[in-house]
């Protein structure tokens, strides 16, 4: 059974920086299209970036140029790299499969930005 592990988040000011990461097992990771999303209070999830096998990425417009999703398939592990942070990017973020996401979410990991 596929099972996701996200760590790293905590809090940051406004243009501060946070990076996550996310343990993936119970599949073949380096296959995998994978994803961040995150649940903002009140909000519904969103996906805010993707990354294919291949290393190909794509972002939600809300974060492009300031978010980086990379991936170690040697440690089935996938990465979020946050920059130049807003309030509004405060949140619950999880990661899963990025094409049609897997039932079983982790727990996620909070990222809170506030001055």
């Known amino acids: 059974q596929v099972q996701f592990a996200e760590s790293g988040g905590g809090v940051a000011q406004p243009g501060g920086s946070l990076g996550l990461s996310c343990r993936v097992s119970?599949?073949?990771?380096?296959?995998?299209?994978v994803a961040w999303f995150r649940q903002a209070p009140g909000k519904e999830r969103e996906r805010v970036a993707l990354i294919r096998h291949d290393g190909s990425t794509n972002y939600t417009d809300a974060v492009k140029g300031r978010f980086t999703i990379s991936r170690d398939n040697a440690k089935n592990t996938m990465y979020l790299q946050m920059l130049s942070l807003k309030p509004e990017d405060t949140a619950v973020y999880y990661c899963?499969?990025?094409?049609?996401?897997?039932?079983?979410w982790g727990q996620g990991t909070q990222v809170t930005v506030s001055s």
């Open positions: 899963n499969g990025g094409i049609i996401p897997y039932p079983n």
């Open positions: 119970g599949i073949n990771f380096s296959k995998l299209t």
